[in-house]
């Protein structure tokens, strides 16, 4: 793993840098700032499936700049113009924008994330995101990254080009939405076992051949120590409220034990 750090983080992306994240689904600042210190290249904050909302997520970014050592990013609850400028006006480092299908779509995410005259976003006044970003629309830009996930049938089908689309920097697996699309009836359900591990090759190969990066979420840090040998270049570990979880089952096994 490259030495974390925020400043770069959108380049390194798109240098197909060996990333490590870690993913937050729980509206809780303190817990996101202790996560913040540990090392990981990137955050992602939940805005899609988690509990945090927009106010919520300027104290995520607050709290995870506060340690200078991972870029926060935010995963945005569609491909809305809106909803990405706000993300980005919180300081976000990128967006991950979910449900992707068609290169349209992919290309919708990719201007919002851009000034004029590249992309549709807002020129904002002095917002946390110009302040540390600097003045310069090219140059704010420049620190963005956006990636868009490829979680349906739809979007394996036009994969190419979605992949192709000017100033996209990285496509993002979400495993358990594309092995239901691939007929599994639960997440691990073996018997999609060998089209989903098809479909991430598909992914990976594509990914690279147009020179983009290429991510996915994990269950833990195994697996994704395996995806990132396998053609992934980043990939995130498990969450914030599953690791709350299996750490306090842990503890009462052993306190009850």
């Known amino acids: 793993m490259s030495a974390p750090g925020p400043a770069g983080f959108a380049r390194r992306l798109r240098g197909r840098e060996r990333l490590v994240g870690y993913w937050i689904a729980c509206d809780n600042?303190?817990?996101?700032?202790?996560?913040?210190?540990?090392?990981?290249?990137?955050?992602?904050v939940d805005g899609q499936h988690g509990v945090m909302h927009q106010p919520g997520w300027q104290a995520a970014m607050?709290?995870?700049d506060s340690r200078r050592r991972s870029a926060g990013i935010i995963r945005v609850p569609?491909?809305?113009?809106?909803?990405?400028?706000?993300?980005?006006?919180t300081g976000a480092r990128g967006v991950i924008v979910p449900m992707v299908d068609t290169a349209e779509q992919a290309r919708t995410a990719v201007r919002a994330c851009r000034h004029h005259p590249a992309g549709t976003r807002s020129l904002a006044g002095p917002v946390r995101a110009e302040l540390r970003l600097g003045s310069v629309p090219a140059d704010i830009d420049d620190e963005i990254a956006c990636v868009v996930m490829i979680e349906t049938a739809a979007a394996l089908e036009n994969l190419d080009a979605i992949c192709a689309t000017p100033g996209l920097d990285a496509v993002y697996v979400g495993p358990a939405d594309l092995s239901a699309a691939l007929g599994a009836r639960y997440f691990g359900d073996p018997a999609a076992a060998d089209a989903l591990e098809a479909a991430l090759r598909r992914v990976t190969d594509t990914a690279r051949a147009a020179t983009i990066a290429c991510g996915i979420h994990?269950?833990?840090?195994?697996?994704?120590?395996?995806r990132l040998t396998e053609g992934?270049?980043?990939?995130?570990?498990?969450?914030?409220?599953t690791h709350?979880?299996?750490?306090?089952?842990?503890?009462?096994?052993?306190?009850?034990?």
């Open 232 to 241: 992934f270049t980043f990939a995130t570990v498990s969450s914030d409220i």
């Open 218 to 226: 994990c269950l833990d840090g195994e697996s994704a120590a395996k």
């Open 62 to 64: 607050l709290a995870i």
């Open 78 to 89: 569609s491909a809305d113009p809106v909803a990405i400028g706000v993300a980005l006006d």
């Open 244 to 257: 709350l979880q299996q750490v306090a089952a842990a503890h009462l096994a052993a306190a009850a034990a």
């Open 29 to 44: 600042p303190a817990g996101t700032e202790r996560v913040a210190g540990l090392g990981y290249d990137y955050i992602g």
